[in-house]
């Protein structure tokens, strides 16, 4: 299972957390945020970095053979992604894989959208342009790797391999040996991993480097996982580091996905942080990325999802 299949199909779990009646509000605001052919984000104009979690978000609460949530045609333009950036090149390779594969439900998309898969080597030439000499990436376009680049750039080289195979198994990972290395470098003191320019461990480095670290066969990082779980606040939540004083769901959504692929028993903070997802739902069918923010959007949506899904008990 890739990154991106991982986290679908733990976001489709959020169904039994929330009730269908609650995921059938968040399909009605998904389906409010649709502009031609993508998702809008804040503004009301489509952007591929929303399209990214509204699609998977549709996905993840998605029926077998119903119409597929966005428009092919809205990602032709940006073609093999040679003005985006690093990042918004991730987005653009997950929307197409999203859209090869069908999410959680099969290959009910690719049959709709036609997408053309001979498009995935050219995209891998223009991924590993980013690739830094230490073996990883940055999201920031800096000159050394960070770990959530490191997670991205995986989760990327893992769905072109996906489309370029056809979808036929998961294949090794192109230079697997040099993310090993490249996060063992980002790793701090005492456990925890950093984004450079920061020295200090935050949530969501941390949770990236250790779903990199699993779905590359090295789990088990004890030290990391209770600096994760130190970030864990009163109310349920994660903070996204030591000196922030308020939860987010950013950072609880990508630690509890973490700590479940680390082997980390959920269930007793189970309510507790059901309670604290409860507290930034709102009715108008989304979530809030924090008790201070006042807007709803498609990440954070996902993100309730993802965090929803990931407390469900699997056999």
Known sequence: MTIRTDLIRSAARATEALGQAACGQVR???????????????????DLYYTVFGLQAWQA????????????????????GDDLDFVHLCCLIRCRACLFDGGPHGATLKRSLGVRDDLAPSLRQRLLTFRLADGGFSHSGAGRSS??????????????DEMERGGAGQAPVEGAAELLACLSRLRCDGGGYA??????????????????????????????????????????GFRANELTPVADLLSTATALHALAASGVDLQPMRQQTLDFLSGLWSP?????????????????TFYGLLAAGTLVVTP
């Not at 949770?207 to 130190?230: F, H, I, K, N, Y």
């Not at 923010?293 to 990440?299: K, N, Y």
Request: proline share 10%; charged share 25%.
């Open 28 to 46: 009605r605001f998904l389906d409010s945020r649709r502009r031609d052919g993508g998702f809008a984000g804040r503004s009301d104009q489509p």
């Open 61 to 80: 609460l998605g029926e077998e053979n119903e119409p597929p949530p966005i428009d092919p045609d809205y990602l032709r333009p940006f073609s093999l």
């Open 147 to 160: 770990a959530y680049g490191c997670f991205l750039g995986l989760a990327a080289l893992q769905d072109l």
């Open 195 to 236: 984004n450079p320019p920061a020295d200090a461990p935050s949530a969501p480095a941390t949770a990236g480097a250790l779903v990199t670290l699993a779905q590359l066969g090295r789990p088990g990082d004890d030290e990391s996982v209770r600096r994760l779980l130190a970030l864990r606040s009163a109310d349920g």
């Open 284 to 300: 108008k069918g989304g979530f809030r990325g924090h008790v201070f923010d006042g807007e709803i959007d498609c990440e954070y």
